[in-house]
């Protein structure tokens, strides 16, 4: 089931907006290649992480970004 409009699994509830909707965007993408749902949810979540962490949040991610479970 894609996710959009603040339609989400509930994994992504607490994190922040801007995280969640990367993790939304990868979630969606695997799941449109065939990836079952669950994965799909643990890796967008795990990938949208990575994806900020790269692009220099690092010393905001402690405050910003929670841990992942």
């Known amino acids: 089931m894609p996710w959009h409009n603040g339609n989400y699994p509930s ?3 607490n994190q922040p907006v801007r995280l969640r909707q990367k993790a939304v965007e990868i979630a969606n993408n695997l799941m449109r290649n065939g990836v079952d749902e669950d994965t799909a949810i643990e890796v967008g979540l795990r990938k949208a992480r990575d994806f900020f962490l790269s692009r220099g949040y ?3 991610i402690d405050t910003e970004l929670p841990a992942f479970p």
């Open 58 to 60: 690092q010393r905001r």
């Open 11 to 13: 994994l992504y509830q």
